[in-house]
């Protein structure tokens, strides 16, 4: 059960991510929608989907679970470092600074660290498809932003240093209470000495 509600989950939030690649289709449907109208539905819709997810991915793993192949002890470590640099990535996509500026795309570049290092450290069926939905659907998101001819919305204004910092700080914030509260107390899963 756990797992067929993760992957319905999957469907409609990288479903949803996915459409707003198809620029034609979504300029239709705001079109048809209005602006309002797309923006609270595509929230719903990912809310929904991450909700999904979590919900599914937690009670797969703690009632489902389905090993394909047992990860060695070093490629959790290796996970657990590469996390660190996609927390921070993914916090720079929205704290725009220099990580910005040299990385262009940094919050699809956090998420294929974070979904290739769970696959590294994840040899279950429920991980492989989280984990591989997930780095397939930024691999592709990120080749489309190269043949797209829009901006896809206004430029946000890239700030200095100070901003990595911030993004920095706020990445290493963010990591702990993923690895220290997320983790454990709502999948379930521990990360840090496990």
Same mark, same amino acid.
């Given at each position: 059960m756990g797992l067929i509600v993760m992957i319905l989950g999957l469907v409609l939030f990288l479903g949803v991510h996915a459409f707003t690649t198809q620029r034609n289709a979504r300029a239709r449907l705001i079109a048809s929608m209005g602006e309002s109208g797309y923006k609270i539905s595509y929230t719903v819709v990912s809310l929904a989907g991450l909700v999904l997810i979590v919900w599914g991915f937690a009670h797969y793993h703690a009632s489902e679970?389905?090993? %394909?192949w047992t990860p060695p002890t070093f490629l959790k470590h290796i996970n657990t470092a590469l !996390? #660190?640099?996609?927390?921070?990535?993914? %916090?720079?996509?929205?704290? =725009? /600074? =220099?990580?910005?500026? @040299? %990385? *262009?795309?940094? !919050?699809? @570049? /956090?998420? *294929? #660290?974070?979904a290739f290092g769970h696959l590294l450290a994840n040899g279950d069926l429920g991980g492989i498809i989280l984990f591989g939905s997930f780095l397939a659907w930024a691999v592709f998101d990120r080749i489309s932003l190269k043949r797209r001819s829009d901006s896809g919305g206004p430029p946000i204004p890239v700030g200095g240093v100070s901003n990595d910092l911030i993004a920095i700080v706020v990445g290493i914030i963010a990591y702990l209470a993923l690895a220290f509260a997320f983790h454990p107390i709502v999948l379930g899963i521990p990360v840090m000495g496990s």
């Open positions: 679970f389905w090993p %394909v !996390m #660190l640099p996609a927390v921070i990535l993914v %916090v720079a996509a929205y704290i =725009r /600074g =220099r990580i910005y500026t @040299a %990385v *262009k795309h940094p !919050m699809l @570049a /956090g998420v *294929k #660290l974070w």
